[in-house]
């Protein structure tokens, strides 16, 4: 399996005595800020999780999320690989896709988030990081940066 970290700290590499520096290819740490200031902080990983993810789900492999609570960040990043890697409409069973290029709208969010929520009742992610996904989904291309998209809007 593989395993995403989106928490302030690096709880692994500690417990394991790995170098900062020392890549680990089965392991991802991707800080999502929990500040104010830092409000888009999500946005800002979201490619690399998704490529991460993408990656090992397409060699077979589980990937598991996590951060501090289990809550809002790691929710949203199980979220955005759901909308964006995962068959459309969301049924059994789950088949991964390596893109998916079809428009996202809010309905297939609360969808998905009904998903995780069915797998994990303690989601709880908030309406701004929530906001973030759909935003960030809107003006994604995988073959590049984020695009300019003026038809992003709030949740």
Do not use: W
Request: with cysteine; aromatic share 8%.
């Amino acid at each position: 399996g593989a395993i995403i970290n989106c928490g302030d700290v690096d709880h692994l590499r500690k417990q394991f005595n790995v170098p900062a520096n020392e890549p680990m290819a089965a392991y991802l740490h991707s800080p999502i800020q929990s500040s104010k200031r830092e409000k888009f902080s999500l946005e800002k990983v979201l490619p690399t999780c998704l490529q991460f993810a993408a990656s090992r789900l397409a060699a077979g492999l589980k990937v598991l999320i996590c951060c501090e609570d289990g809550e809002k960040k790691s929710v949203c990043i199980a979220l955005c690989i759901l909308l964006r890697h995962f068959n459309h409409p969301l049924e059994k069973p789950f088949k991964f896709h390596a893109s998916c290029n079809r428009e996202i709208t809010k309905e297939d969010v609360r969808q998905r988030l009904m998903v995780v929520s069915t797998y994990h009742p303690q989601s709880r992610p908030t309406r701004g990081l929530l906001r973030q996904v759909f935003n960030f989904l809107l003006t994604y291309n995988p073959d590049g940066d984020i695009q300019a998209d003026d038809s992003a809007y709030e949740l």
